[in-house]
């Protein structure tokens, strides 16, 4: 079954992999809260490379174990939504950039999606 669902708003959060929030990566926290926060969906991207706001270039080398590298957390929901979830992401990120977007979803697709 697939489904238009219209105008939304595309939030889009910046980190780092090494970012953390109470002992455990960020990125995971912000997905737990998106979770409990009801949001629709989230994706989390690891990125080959960065520049950041501290003008130092992350890259992805296959010769180091560890290593910082970018991650982008993509969230499409309504704005009231993701206003409600940035309430509580907020107080969790310290050192990121957050930015929001109008997107129009034109077409969902899922087996269940629309049954009572």
Request: glycine share 6%; aromatic share 8%; charged share 25%.
């Amino acid at each position: 079954m697939q489904r238009y669902l219209g105008k939304r708003k595309e939030l889009k959060i910046y980190i780092s992999n090494e970012d953390t929030f109470e002992s455990k990566p960020l990125f995971e926290a912000l997905l737990a809260l998106a979770k409990e926060s009801g949001i629709s969906g989230a994706t989390v991207m690891k990125a080959v490379a960065g520049l950041g706001v501290h003008s130092e270039i992350h890259s992805f080398n296959i010769w180091v174990l560890r290593q910082k590298v970018p991650l982008v957390i993509t969230i499409i929901d309504t704005e009231e939504h993701i206003r409600a979830f940035l309430d509580e992401a907020g107080k969790m990120i310290d050192e990121g950039l957050v930015t929001m977007s109008d997107t129009e979803v034109l077409q969902y697709h899922h087996p269940k999606f629309g049954e009572a």
